[in-house]
């Protein structure tokens, strides 16, 4: 299968019903998108599919044949997105397994909504499970990524 990865293309030689993750991770070396639960439930696989988040651990890789797939990796070849640069500026992350799935769940909230409220922030990330606890911070750090963005 032919697969688009952050502006990349692959031919991949991949059973249909692999997952996706396995595909970035295993066949592509993309190891920043993490495996959680297996079962689409805590987020930590979150990628983009034709910039919508996606739970790559239960979408097999024959479903995005020809479809635009960015990573944590691709969210900024060239340096640190906005969303990353604030995580570090607010000091996110504590054990950070969960964080990769939690920016780009936020990127794409802000891709949509660049002045996002408490209220659409915790609509968009309350699917992204993070052990540590540390959501007052990712709310803080997706506002001023926000904030960030529209200083450019």
């Known amino acids: 299968m032919k697969l688009k990865v952050n ?3 692959h031919d991949v030689a991949a059973p249909d019903d692999m997952p996706l993750l396995w595909v970035l991770r295993d ?7 993490k495996f959680g639960c297996g079962m689409a ?4 696989c979150t990628v983009h599919l034709d910039g919508q988040p996606v739970r790559s651990c239960v979408l097999p890789a024959s479903g995005v044949n020809g479809r635009a797939v960015t990573t944590i990796e691709g ?5 640190l997105s ?3 640069r604030a995580w570090i ?5 504590q054990c950070g397994y969960c964080q990769p799935g939690q920016i780009m769940a936020a990127a794409a909230l802000l891709s949509v909504r660049p002045n996002p409220t408490d209220a659409d922030i915790d609509a968009a990330l309350s699917a992204n499970l993070c052990r540590c606890g540390t959501y007052q911070r990712i709310r803080k750090a997706v506002h001023r990524a926000a904030a960030l963005a529209r200083s450019k």
């Not at 066949?27 to 998108?33: A, H, N, S």
């Not at 439930?41 to 930590?44: I, L, S």
């Not at 500026?89 to 992350?93: K, L, P, R, T, Y």
């Open 82 to 84: 906005a969303v990353q």
């Open 89 to 93: 500026e607010e000091d996110v992350v």
């Open 41 to 44: 439930q805590c987020g930590a």
């Open 27 to 33: 066949l592509l070396g993309l190891t920043g998108t």
């Open 7 to 9: 502006g990349q293309d």
């Open 75 to 79: 969210l900024a070849p060239d340096g």
